[in-house]
Nanobody
Framework: QVQLAESGGGLVQAGGSLRLSCAAS????????MGWYRQAPGKQRELVAA???????NFADSVKGRFTISRDNAKTTVYLQMNSLKPEDTAVYYC??????????WGQGTQVTVSS
């Protein structure tokens, strides 16, 4: 069974930075994509950033220029570097993996809180 383990969430002041990590374990097929979604209270879940096994990236307009997504050499771990954080970034961040672009897996989420 594929599992996603998220880490790196926490409390940070506005303007600060956090780095989220998501480690995938199990059988993962290529091509695939890994990314981060977030959900704030009373809001719909939204895509924050994603990266494919080929290295292509996609970002939400609200985080462009502030967030960076990357994968390690083995492409089993995805990182979300979040800079210039705003209170509006406060949400539960969920790691997502789409294996062979067919089967989708989700992490349990990690809380990111940005104080003003």
């Amino acid at each position: 069974q594929v599992q996603l383990a998220e880490s790196g969430g926490g409390l940070v002041q506005a303007g600060g930075s956090l780095r989220l990590s998501c480690a995938a374990s199990g059988i993962i097929f290529s091509p695939n994509a890994m990314g981060w979604y977030r959900q704030a209270p009373g809001k719909q879940r939204e895509l924050v950033a994603a990266i494919t096994s080929g290295g292509s990236t996609n970002f939400a307009d609200s985080v462009k220029g502030r967030f960076t997504i990357s994968r390690d050499n083995a492409k089993t771990t995805v990182y979300l570097q979040m800079n210039s954080l705003k209170p509006e970034d406060t949400a539960v961040y969920y790691c997502n993996l789409r294996s062979a672009y067919t089967v989708e897996y989700w992490g349990q989420g990690t809380q990111v809180t940005v104080s003003s």
